[in-house]
C-alpha cells in the first residue's frame, strides 16, 4: 500500500512509489492564482479557506472556478528537491532521511519516487509510526511544511511477516 491523502503518506514498510508534487503560485494571502482561456488570459485568485474567487484586483468574481485552470510552478532543469523524513516532533533534530531529486527537463510537475529502502529506514515497530515531513525547493524555499494545518505526515505501518 502506498497513498497519498491529504498530504499525509501513507504506506507499509517495504512498500515504494511515487510522490508527484506540483506547487501552486500563491499571493501573499495565500490565495492560489488562477487564468481562464481569453487572450490574454485573466487572473484570478482563490481563497481556499473561505472558498471564494477573486479577479485581479480582488473583487468577488462570479466567474465559476471550474473553467479556470490554477498556475504552478514550472520546474527547471538544475532545480533541486529535497524530501526530508522527521521523527514525529523532531523537526529540531538532524532527518532521519533525505531524498534529494534534481529536475532535467522543464515539467509544471516533479516525481519524488520512494525505494523500499527508503520505507524502512527506521527501526521495525509492531504498530504504526508516524514521521514528520517537508519538501524544499532550491535549498531555500519550503514548499511543504509543518503550517496551519499542522504536521505533514508520514505515517509507515508494519508489513506483514517483516523479518529484517
Same mark, same amino acid.
Given at each position: 500500500?502506498?497513498?497519498?491523502?491529504?498530504?499525509?503518506?501513507?504506506?507499509?514498510?517495504?512498500?515504494?512509489?511515487?510522490?508527484?508534487?506540483?506547487?501552486?503560485?500563491?499571493?501573499?494571502?495565500?490565495?492560489?492564482?488562477?487564468?481562464?482561456?481569453?487572450?490574454?488570459?485573466?487572473?484570478?485568485?482563490?481563497?481556499?479557506?473561505?472558498?471564494?474567487?477573486?479577479?485581479?484586483?480582488?473583487?468577488?468574481?462570479?466567474?465559476?472556478?471550474?473553467?479556470?485552470?490554477?498556475?504552478?510552478?514550472?520546474?527547471?532543469?538544475? @532545480? %533541486?528537491?529535497?524530501?526530508?523524513?522527521?521523527?514525529?516532533?523532531? *523537526? &529540531?533534530?538532524?532527518?532521519? /532521511?533525505?531524498?534529494? #531529486?534534481?529536475?532535467?527537463?522543464?515539467?509544471?510537475?516533479?516525481?519524488?519516487?520512494?525505494?523500499?529502502?527508503?520505507?524502512?529506514?527506521?527501526?521495525?515497530?509492531?504498530?504504526?509510526?508516524?514521521?514528520?515531513? @517537508? %519538501?524544499?525547493?532550491?535549498?531555500?524555499?519550503?514548499?511543504?511544511? *509543518? &503550517?496551519?494545518?499542522?504536521? /505533514?505526515?508520514?505515517? #509507515?505501518?508494519?508489513?506483514?511477516?517483516?523479518?529484517?
Amino acid at each position: 500500500m502506498f497513498r497519498t491523502v491529504n498530504n499525509t503518506i501513507q504506506c507499509s514498510r517495504g512498500d515504494s512509489g511515487t510522490i508527484v508534487l506540483t506547487i501552486p503560485i500563491v499571493d501573499k494571502n495565500n490565495y492560489i492564482k488562477y487564468t481562464d482561456n481569453n487572450t490574454p488570459a485573466n487572473i484570478y485568485w482563490y481563497d481556499m479557506e473561505n472558498k471564494v474567487l477573486y479577479d485581479s484586483d480582488y473583487i468577488e468574481s462570479s466567474v465559476s472556478i471550474n473553467t479556470l485552470t490554477m498556475v504552478v510552478y514550472e520546474f527547471q532543469p538544475g @532545480d %533541486i528537491i529535497e524530501f526530508k523524513i522527521y521523527e514525529r516532533n523532531g *523537526y &529540531n533534530k538532524a532527518p532521519l /532521511k533525505t531524498i534529494a #531529486i534534481t529536475a532535467d527537463v522543464a515539467s509544471t510537475s516533479i516525481d519524488i519516487p520512494l525505494t523500499k529502502a527508503d520505507t524502512t529506514f527506521a527501526k521495525i515497530e509492531n504498530r504504526e509510526t508516524v514521521y514528520w515531513y @517537508d %519538501i524544499t525547493l532550491n535549498e531555500d524555499s519550503t514548499v511543504v511544511c *509543518y &503550517n496551519e494545518d499542522g504536521a /505533514k505526515e508520514m505515517i #509507515i505501518y508494519p508489513a506483514k511477516g517483516d523479518g529484517e
